[in-house]
């Protein structure tokens, strides 16, 4: 079983910079692929990025290339997203996700653990 706590969000101007740390607990950590996902009001939940079990290959979201990076530090058991030039657009309620595979997926059925949530608001 795997536990997963994010932090980080908050509210922030457009422009701005927030980075978002998830906390994993349980052996598997090292092991598996792991994902970021946001949900905005009214929307479903859609994909941001992806990490392989080693730090790579990572994917992303057309809306959010080369403005956010994922990585994680296994030794540390916690996975990060630096969002940069942020835009009202990226306010959403933003989730941290577990495989229990090595590979990335895009897709929200290839993950089974999952964070509570953190909320990140831009305002313009």
């Known amino acids: 079983q795997v536990q997963l706590v994010e932090s980080g969000g908050g509210l922030v101007q457009a422009g701005a910079s927030l980075r978002l740390s998830c906390a994993a607990s349980?052996?598997?950590?090292?092991?598996?692929?792991m994902g970021w996902f946001r949900q905005a009001p009214g929307k479903e939940r859609e994909f941001v990025a992806t990490?392989?079990?080693?730090?790579?290959?990572?994917y992303y979201a057309d809306s959010v290339v080369g403005r956010f990076t994922i990585s994680r530090n296994n030794a540390q058991n916690t996975l990060y997203l630096q969002m940069n030039s942020l835009k009202p657009e990226d306010t959403a309620i933003y989730y941290c996700?577990?495989?229990?595979?090595?590979?990335?997926?895009?897709?929200?059925?290839?993950?089974?653990?999952w964070g509570q949530g953190t909320q990140v608001t831009v305002s313009s």
């Open positions: 996700a577990g495989r229990h595979l090595r590979t990335i997926s895009m897709s929200r059925s290839g993950y089974i653990y």
């Open positions: 349980g052996r598997t950590f090292s092991t598996s692929a």
């Open positions: 990490i392989n079990w080693s730090g790579s290959p990572t």
